[in-house]
């Protein structure tokens, strides 16, 4: 069996905002997702910030759900730019995804306001081109 590229060592919800005050439950939530990400060539460690956020309403929308997770992957050992493998961004956004969606629930549950906000599984591959796109290189 071959070992893995990379692993995750650590993830972080560092930064959470919670608005249920104008939560419809007759409407739908539109879901933005902003991954980005920052890789030391030296150590080998990736930095994935992966910030999601939950809207509603059409014209100027609220915000009820924003929660930013701040993630640390190593790669087994560190590879250049050149050498960097195009898998990691979709496989490193698939990796935390379950982490960020059992978030949700769990911090919506425990606001006792509301049913909680339960996301469906999604396929997140489109997003590994925006990480790529947003992947500083140190």
């Known amino acids: 069996m071959t070992p893995a590229v990379f692993s995750l060592k650590k993830y972080i919800f560092d930064k959470v905002s919670l608005n249920l005050e104008t939560l419809s439950q007759d409407s739908k939530l539109n879901l933005r997702i902003e991954p980005?990400?920052?890789y030391n060539q030296e150590s080998g460690e990736y930095s994935l910030v992966f910030v999601f956020e939950a809207l509603q309403g059409d014209d100027?929308?609220?915000?009820i759900v924003s929660v930013r997770c701040n993630s640390i992957f190593l790669f087994?050992?560190?590879v250049s730019r050149e050498e960097f493998p195009s898998m990691f961004y979709a496989n490193s956004i698939a990796i935390m995804f379950p982490y960020i969606r059992a978030f949700i629930s769990t911090v919506t549950l425990q606001a006792n306001l509301?049913?909680?906000i339960l996301l469906p599984t999604m396929n997140l591959t489109?997003?590994?081109?925006r990480l790529m796109n947003n992947t500083k290189f140190i």
Not at 60 to 63: A, F, I
Not at 126 to 129: I, P
């Open 76 to 78: 087994q050992k560190p």
């Open 60 to 63: 100027n929308p609220d915000v």
């Open 114 to 116: 509301v049913p909680p």
């Open 36 to 38: 980005s990400g920052t």
């Open 126 to 129: 489109s997003l590994g081109e």
